[in-house]
Each structure stands twice: as C-alpha cells, then as structure tokens.
C-alpha cells in the first residue's frame, strides 16, 4: 500500500463516526441503486427530451454516453480480473483498516479485485457525458459522484483513495474519447435510425439497458454465476 493510501486510510481510523445511525446510513447509501446512478441516468433522460436547436447532437452525446458506460463497466472489470490482485481495505490486515461499526459489506467482494473502482468508472464516465452537454448540471454530476457514489466506498473501506481516482480518470477519459466528432457519430447514427424507424421496441430496449447499467448488470451476472455453478455439478 503506497503512503497517499495508508494516511487517507489512518485518517478514516482516527476520524470514522462511532455513531452506528451514521455507519448504517452510509451503508445504504453506498448500496442504493438510486444513489449510485439512477439520478444520472435520469439527467441523460432529460437531456434526451429536452427542447434545443442543438437536440440532434445532444441525442448523439447521450447514446455515446450510455455506450461509454457500457464500456467502463467491462474494462473496469476486465482490468480487475487480469491485473495483479488487490485485496480491498476492509479486508486486508496490513492495511489496519478500522471498519466503522455497523458498516457491512458483500463477503463476495473479498474475492474481487479493489483496482480499479468500476463504480468511480462508470458513473464518471455518465457524469462526464453530461458535463459534455451541459457544463453546469455536469460540474454537479461530477460533483454527485465523488460525494455520493465513490466516498462512501472508500469510508466503508470497500476501495484505496487509488482505485478511486484510477477509476474516475479511466471513466472520464473513456467518455472523453467516445464523444470526439470523429467517434461520436459511428456510434450514435446507427443507434438513432433505430429509433426512428422503430421507436416503441427501441424505447423498450433503452429503458432495459438503462435499468441494467444502474443495477451494474448484478443480476445477469447472479444468472451467470448460477448456470456455471449447474455446469460444474
């Protein structure tokens, strides 16, 4: 564990609440899907109905955005699964990490890599895509995040200051990249015809993927995690 991580994790030592009604709420703030990304998708909604002369290129923004997303979920866990292990704070006795009482977590996080933050690269990759629309509501989104989805994580000791910003900075990038004049259209034009000439099952099929990428795909990867289990037996 570098310097930076092990004083951030101290400071959460000396300083982390021993009001159980605190801890608890911290952990389920950090759990909630409505915490964790349902307000931002609902500004990428917005943004999809709101009336602009630039609508065209704002829809354009929106669908490479849900695609960036889509992409840092599976890098972020792809660089999870092939870089070395990183056992998380909570669970590793070097770190001394001080678990806030009250505070729990998922015992199946023990076996998944801490870096990088596949939650701090997903949702800053969505709040990205609004800041590219939007600079205020962006500057919030961004805002949002770091507060609402990606401290939490690193009080109840579940990701290192690192994972987080590594994470954050991939999303950021991703979103960056994907929304670029040279990229953006590849993505979205395809995508938007759809829509056009199908708007009912498009509709339908957006409104699935936008409740997966919320819920990080847990239930598809619960389904996965399950017929493997049958497989091997």
């Given at each position: 564990m570098n310097g930076f991580d092990a004083s951030i994790v101290a400071l959460i030592a000396r300083h982390s609440s021993t009001s159980l009604?605190?801890?608890y709420a911290?952990?389920?703030?950090?759990?909630?899907?409505?915490?964790?990304?349902?307000?931002?998708?609902?500004?990428?909604?917005?943004?999809?109905?709101?009336?602009?002369n630039h609508k065209p290129w704002r829809r354009e923004v929106v669908i490479a955005t849900f695609a960036s997303g889509l992409v840092a979920l599976v890098l972020g866990r792809g660089l999870a699964y092939f870089l070395p292990f990183r056992l998380r704070p909570r669970f590793n006795p070097e770190s001394h990490f001080a678990i806030p009482a009250g505070a729990k977590a998922d015992?199946?996080?023990?076996?998944?890599?801490?870096?990088?933050?596949?939650?701090?690269?997903?949702?800053?990759?969505?709040?990205?895509?609004?800041?590219?629309?939007?600079?205020?509501?962006?500057?919030?989104?961004?805002?949002?995040?770091?507060?609402?989805?990606?401290?939490?994580?690193?009080?109840?000791?579940?990701?290192y200051p690192t994972d987080i910003i590594a994470g954050a900075v991939l999303g950021i990038a991703i979103t960056w990249l994907m929304t670029r004049d040279r990229i953006r259209p590849?993505?979205?034009?395809?995508?938007?015809?759809?829509?056009?000439?199908?708007?009912?099952?498009?509709?339908?099929?957006?409104?699935?993927v936008c409740f997966e990428l919320v819920s990080q795909f847990d239930e598809v990867r619960q389904i996965a995690q399950h017929l493997l289990k049958l497989h091997a037996n």
């Open positions: 009604t605190i801890n911290i952990g389920a703030l950090a759990g909630l899907y409505m915490a964790k990304g349902l307000i931002l998708i609902g500004a990428l909604w917005w943004i999809w109905f709101s009336r602009d015992e199946v996080l023990r076996t998944w890599s801490s870096f990088p933050s596949d939650h701090a690269m997903i949702w800053m990759a969505v709040a990205m895509g609004i800041f590219v629309v939007w600079k205020r509501a962006g500057i919030a989104a961004i805002a949002y995040t770091a507060v609402f989805i990606c401290l939490p994580r690193v009080y109840l000791g579940l990701h590849a993505i979205s034009q395809p995508v938007l015809r759809l829509f056009d000439r199908y708007p009912g099952p498009s509709g339908a099929f957006a409104f699935v």
